[in-house]
């Protein structure tokens, strides 16, 4: 079966924090999303405005998100095959962290095997696709400083307060926000081999 992917079409969503895009395509028949532009974000040229009931079902999430309300959304609606490998990775490890907490980018390193790639984590994140549907305003650093945010520093504390994140007098994530430390992947069994 061949790969059938239509062009790539847009559809504007107004929202308290401005105007959001939702970058679409059609894949094997299956309305996705390719991208989420945040406002301020630079926009791609010659996005057609088009939209479809799939779309506007996440759009209306989008909304309802935005608004405050608690959303979650399924993984398959967005084109994660656009992400390599290790941005996959993260971003499906970012979608665990429950709305009201946060993790740090060293932990979602350590739970993916690689406990000193936090600045990849970082990075991974800082490229989300998928900001909003993929929540990746979720994650910040280990001094629980806020870090960086497609759609801005004040979109991003906005968001946490609005999920119920708790900030100290310093503008710090408090630590009672944070999700616990355990690991969130199975580990692989150890076997032992006796000798005889």
Known sequence: MSDRTTGLFAREVSSPFGTLAVAWSVRDGIPLVSRVLLPGGV?????????????????????????????????????????????????????????????????????????????????????NPFPILVPCHRAVRADGSPGGFQGGTGMKRSLLVMEGVAFDE??????????PAVSRRPQPSRTRTSRT
């Open 43 to 127: 926009r791609p040229p010659g996005l057609a405005r088009r939209s479809c009931m799939e779309i506007e079902s996440v759009v209306r999430g989008m909304t309802a998100f935005l608004s405050g309300e608690s959303v979650d959304f399924p993984v398959d609606v967005i084109r994660l095959d656009l992400c390599g490998g290790f941005q996959r990775r993260v971003l499906l490890e970012e979608r665990l962290v429950p709305r009201g907490m946060v993790t740090s980018y060293s932990s979602i390193a350590a739970s993916l095997g690689a406990p000193g790639a936090a600045r990849a984590v970082g990075g991974a994140l800082a490229a």
């Open 170 to 179: 310093d503008g710090l994530v408090r630590r009672s926000s944070f999700v």
